[in-house]
């Protein structure tokens, strides 16, 4: 079996906080996980992806993410957040044959 | 490169009309899908191709058909469209040889009166 758990629907920081949105997986296989981001009435960008060759991954706009396998987790972080950060973010797990699953999205509030 | 390309972008239908959602991609990928996007539940997946020619159902395939008669060409059929069917729908499709990374199209609004 497959899942994934954003554990918040909402996040609000103000601009120049830290920003961290939360994700949970299992997995049967050894998966490879990605972050992307859709900003309003668009469509999905990658952010970042782990795919076993390092556990704390950069990707695009300053945004990071660490795979935890004792956690199962692999949490979302940017150091400080913009205004153009808002948008929904996904959580998504790959693993095994065709099986893609995605978290329910959390929404990012940033406020001036 | 166009990557992912979907037509229309929106669409209004009546109950019970009929229309296909075509998907059309440049990367020579193997796999395409077709997912729904509901406020506050995600990207289901309503059916999925891993090949030309062979299609397989989703979490939510009810009400959809689909046809996968090239390698660059997936296209998404509602043949009765219902209320519950108003929704964003995103075609994809998935490089294996990248980890699994998948490119969305830019996703057709569909609203069904």
């Known amino acids: 079996a497959q899942s994934v758990t954003q554990l918040d629907s909402h996040v609000s920081v103000s601009e120049g906080t830290p920003v961290l949105l939360r994700c949970n997986y299992s997995s049967s296989y050894s998966p490879s996980l990605f972050w992307y981001v859709q900003h309003p009435n668009k469509g999905l960008q990658l952010l970042l992806k782990?795919?076993?060759?390092?556990?704390l991954v950069k990707g695009i706009n300053g945004f990071e993410a660490e795979f935890k396998k004792s956690e199962t987790s692999f949490h979302l972080t940017k150091p400080s957040a913009h205004m153009s950060d808002a948008a929904e973010y996904f959580c998504v797990v790959s693993g095994g044959y065709q099986k893609v699953t995605f978290g329910i999205g959390t929404k990012l509030q940033v406020i001036p | 490169n166009a990557g992912v390309t979907q037509t229309p972008k929106f669409q209004v239908l009546k109950t019970g009309q009929s229309m296909t959602l075509q998907c059309a991609q440049d990367m020579n990928h193997n796999s395409m899908y077709w997912y729904r996007q509901d406020p506050g539940m995600g990207l289901r997946l309503i059916y999925y191709s891993a090949s030309e020619g062979t299609t397989d159902k989703g979490e939510v395939p009810n009400g959809y058909n689909v046809s996968r008669l090239n390698k660059r060409e997936f296209s998404l059929r509602l043949e009765s469209a219902a209320p519950s069917q108003t929704s964003v729908y995103f075609c994809a499709t998935r490089d294996e040889s990248s980890y699994n990374e998948q490119f969305f199209g830019p996703g057709t609004r569909l609203t069904v009166l």
């Open positions: 782990y795919t076993s060759a390092a556990t």
